[in-house]
């Protein structure tokens, strides 16, 4: 009996240590920056259309400060995301800006934005269970919600990179879905 028990526990945590040795297996791989800048381009699966809209820009970030996001096709904007709120503007108009101490939304998505993008895997722990694969310099990492509030709206992400993440495929309730890849990397 107690081998049973002894046996029945090790196949319980079993997938938590493979994650967390995939997680440091990643972050082994991985350059985490205090800034980054470079050229994304984006496509948007539309579903309910079966339309996919695609743009592009640049980007920059510096580390747990600011997130600017630069579309310049095909409608140029600007989305800046900070650990306090996210802000978007248009043709130098400000459009919106939303403040993460007042929307848990807001900041759910802003701290999520950040994780992804400056690879900070223990934020992005708590929001997702994650399975891991290193191939040489290469790594990919899928990423499941662990909570309902971002099951709602995220059924699950995936990551891909080497040195610097490259691709995020963003899967989302309802069939949509957007692919962002990165290009032109500099520090």
């Keep these: 009996m107690r081998y049973g028990f002894a046996l029945w526990l090790m196949v319980l945590l079993a997938p938590s240590a493979?994650?967390?040795?995939?997680?440091?297996?990643v972050e082994a791989l991985m350059e985490s920056p205090a800034s980054l800048q470079g050229r994304f381009e984006q496509v948007k699966h539309l579903a309910s259309l079966d339309t996919e809209i695609?743009?592009?820009?640049?980007?920059a970030y510096e580390q747990d400060v600011e997130i600017s996001w630069h579309t310049q096709v095909p409608i140029e904007s600007l989305l800046r995301l900070t650990p306090n709120q996210i802000t978007s503007?248009?043709?130098?108009?400000?459009?919106?800006q939303l403040e993460t101490r007042s929307n848990p939304v807001v900041e759910l998505f802003s701290e999520i934005f950040?994780?992804?993008?400056?690879?900070?895997?223990?934020?992005?722990?708590?929001?997702?269970s994650a399975e891991?694969?290193?191939?040489g310099s290469d790594w990919r990492a899928t990423l499941i919600p662990r909570e309902a509030r971002?099951?709602?709206?995220?059924?699950?992400?995936?990551l891909q990179g080497d040195r610097n993440l490259r691709q995020v495929l963003l899967y989302e309730?309802?069939?949509?879905?957007?692919?962002?890849?990165?290009?032109d990397l500099q520090q």
Aim: hydrophobic letters at 35%; proline letters at 0%.
């Design 18 to 25: 493979l994650a967390e040795s995939g997680y440091q297996a």
């Design 54 to 59: 695609q743009s592009s820009g640049r980007f």
């Design 89 to 96: 503007e248009q043709d130098g108009t400000l459009l919106s």
């Design 114 to 128: 950040f994780g992804v993008m400056t690879a900070r895997w223990d934020k992005l722990d708590k929001h997702f």
């Design 132 to 135: 891991t694969h290193v191939s």
């Design 150 to 158: 971002v099951k709602r709206v995220i059924s699950r992400v995936e």
């Design 173 to 183: 309730e309802g069939g949509d879905w957007t692919r962002i890849q990165f290009h």
